[in-house]
């Protein structure tokens, strides 16, 4: 199968030990050189995550982000509890869509579309009712905006402090940012095929010690499969080193997780942070001045480091771009927000493909995105 | 990582190919090179399922096989709905407890340790109620007993046939025959890492039309991430060749499950089913007849295909044991069954470790397995 050069936000394209830790023949889920494999992963999610309580818990069962959508009403979300979503684009929509399953009373802060709600407006809100959930798309994968978690959180310790904070971090992990502990979070759910780097089939998450005592608590469980209750002993014996059984996990997945953990680690967790956002703002800032092209995101400051969205110029067909770009050789994404759908375009700049310079991915996609609008005849006016 | 012999009811030893599929590079989710083979894999399930009902539903979602008992308990049963569980083993039991999550009112009819249930018990309970859903574990991995679905599901049409008929397949998923359409079923589950002969990581099913369309007519969903009337139109889409959302599809295992259904189909459904049987009977003969063992399925009439459960002999030490055989390279998995777990251990013979002989897998189970025993003292009583 020959290769594009995918650069959409996620799937990612992942680097080459974690293809070949995806392609180790099967282990038994019970035997110590897998235990050995998924202890490390869940030791080393706390150091992603940054968070210094032993209570606290890595998560990872076989789904994909959705599917913390799911964790979090059927675990964190009790029936009929007020629950309070911050949206910044369609994911963060889908996720109340996915908490109301649920029969959580949702209000919804909805920001516009490539914006952000004023801090003003988020503390207004809070004090209209006792959210027992507040949930913040940190990147919402549709409009490129970056939450600022650090401020959100402390205006809702300020005013709510009981409130769970659940961050969908789908878009964010790996790549932003995130201290689970000084900022006082109790749930940041993600996928596998986003930042950190491996492929699609794994719902990965990182989850409170109060959190977690509100889940064993919940009156009746109403989920089997996605139920806190019955993982979380499963996780803290695999983080022991020792056997344990619910459902069968995903055993090459977690090892492609264990060898993109390492990279990520290894390589320095600021550092990558650091260098996400210097490449992405660089893309950025090259897209508008030199291509006089517009971004989703309103404004740089919150405009996401691991993917862009950008608007087609007037006259420019979508379709036909997307097409012009794979014959060259890379695959975009088509916009997603339903407000403005078939108005724009994303690139995907996650991982390797913004860390790795030799690719020259970053390179590649901009002057795909150049010769592809060329092609169909726009200019920039200057 | 050194390979040991992975002898285990899954995750069992996947081919070399499906390793390869299972590593390539991620592909966009509604790029056409992707759709081309989920849509392979959606068309190839109606061949494996023997399924002549084009309203009939390949089903293939990221988790694994139990999320299948989800998907079941949260679309199939309605709250209040009468289910009858036939057990025979830990895994019928657990579907029974996942179901009662979902608030089914439960019944379970308990064949005794490693035998099934008579025709006549299952029509006499049969008749006691009228069950929306009968749920039949065609192959309990604890046991080893194969249930007879021809059988079973003619008495069930005669008493009870507005009932739904849900098998759980994950341990007989292409290792034993499954007629969906002739037996009038109406949901089988499974999970990859079995004789479908992947990677775990996937829910894979296959639904009849009525049961779609009761779960279409559901009144209230009571989840999301497995919920059939947001999946259903995104794997009509797929199976159309047409780019869908929901939730980001495994991208590798859905291409290692393209190439596994590839080799199953281009071997021959029949022959597969014919050899796998004919080896697992020579495996459990010789365990019998050669070692004097005990099975724990009572009959070999319904002794799976698929894997063995094995007592150990008066005097031996289940760790002991499969200590010894791992120290001669082979992975053999311990009970799991509540009233005889430290008592049996199992070996898995699916996939290629049954149907390619060059591979030596079960001459090697079989002298693994004698070898260990004589290390612990045992002999034989003639």
């Known amino acids: 199968m020959s290769e594009d050069l995918l650069l959409i936000p996620g799937p990612v394209t992942v680097s080459k030990d974690v293809l070949k830790a995806q392609s ?21 999610l706390r150091v992603l995550f940054k968070s210094t309580n032993p209570k606290d818990q890595g998560i990872v069962i076989s789904g994909s982000g959705t599917l913390g959508w799911d964790i979090t009403g059927s675990n964190l979300v009790y029936p009929d509890d007020d629950v309070l979503v911050l949206s910044t684009g369609f994911f963060s929509d889908k996720f109340a869509k996915a908490l109301e399953v649920y029969d959580a009373n949702v209000d919804i802060l909805t920001a516009p579309v490539g914006g952000i709600n004023s801090l003003q407006e988020v503390e207004t809100q809070l004090k209209k009712k006792k959210y027992s959930v507040i949930t913040i798309t940190h990147v919402d994968t549709s409009t490129a905006v970056t939450q600022n978690l650090a401020n959100l959180s402390k205006i809702i310790k300020k005013v709510s402090p009981e409130s769970l904070i659940v961050i969908d971090g789908v878009c964010s992990v790996a790549v932003e940012d995130i201290e689970f502990t000084k900022w006082g979070l109790d749930y940041v759910l993600t996928g596998s095929q986003k930042a950190i780097g491996i492929p699609p089939g794994l719902s990965i998450g990182f989850i409170s010690e109060r959190a977690i005592e509100k889940a064993l608590k919940r009156p009746k469980q109403s989920t089997y499969f996605a139920s806190l209750p019955l993982w979380l002993p499963i996780l ?16 090459q997945l977690i090892n492609a997780l264990k060898v993109s953990l390492d990279e990520i680690l290894n390589g320095g967790l600021e550092e990558r942070f650091i260098k996400s956002k210097r490449v992405a703002q660089d893309f950025k800032k090259r897209l508008t001045n030199e291509l006089g092209l517009q971004l989703v995101s309103l404004d740089n400051e919150y405009s996401a480091s691991g993917l862009t969205g950008v608007y087609f110029p007037e006259g420019i067909n979508g379709p036909d771009f997307l097409n012009s770009a794979y014959k060259r050789g890379v695959v975009f994404a088509g916009g997603i927000h339903t407000a403005i759908q078939p108005k724009y375009f994303r690139v995907g700049h996650m991982g390797v493909s913004a860390l790795d310079d030799s690719l020259g991915h970053i390179e590649k996609a901009f002057d795909v995105i150049k010769e592809s609008l060329a092609e169909l005849g726009y200019k920039k006016i200057e």
């Open 236 to 251: 803290q014996n695999y983080e022991a080193g020792k056997p344990s059984y619910f459902a069968t996990p995903s055993i």
């Open 24 to 44: 180790i023949q099967s282990l038994s889920h019970t035997h110590p050189k897998f235990i050995s494999i998924f202890q490390s992963v869940l030791k080393n």
